[in-house]
């Protein structure tokens, strides 16, 4: 049975720190890394990062670039992924998703292709920074 499960957000001021957590199990970890999403209110959900598969390197959206970090822990049957953000701000503040998701390589670019299951998605984690 496939399952991904969040923890971590809350209230933090700007300039502070947080770090979410997500783990995944019951995917084949050959196809599937783990992707992080936000959506903000009255936004639509955008991309934060994702973390490649074969060298667990981290790619990331401009607007969080330098100041949030992706990582991971393999373990046999699940996938830990970590999104440690620093440098908070405000316009940070929205709901946190992360996701089972697939690569795709377009024009020699690596990106993460989000995925249409619903239980293929974390329950969410609201993060808030206060100015």
């Known amino acids: 049975e496939a399952k991904v499960v969040q923890s971590g957000g809350g209230l933090v001021q700007a300039g502070g720190s947080l770090r979410l957590s997500c783990t995944a199990s019951?995917?084949?970890?050959?196809?599937?890394?783990i992707g992080w999403f936000r959506q903000a209110p009255g936004k639509e959900r955008e991309g934060v990062g994702c973390i490649r598969r074969s060298d667990g390197r981290g790619f990331y959206a401009d607007s969080v670039k330098g100041r949030f970090t992706i990582s991971r822990d393999n373990a046999k049957s699940t996938l830990t992924v970590y999104l440690q953000m620093n440098s908070l701000k405000p316009e940070d503040t929205a709901v946190y998703y992360c996701?089972?998701?697939?690569?795709?390589?377009?024009?020699?670019?690596?990106?993460?292709?989000?995925?249409?299951?619903?239980?293929?998605w974390g329950q969410g984690t609201q993060v808030t920074v206060s100015s």
């Open positions: 996701a089972a998701v697939t690569e795709e390589y377009v024009r020699d670019e690596y990106s993460c292709v989000s995925p249409e299951e619903d239980d293929y």
């Open positions: 019951g995917f084949n970890f050959d196809d599937y890394t």
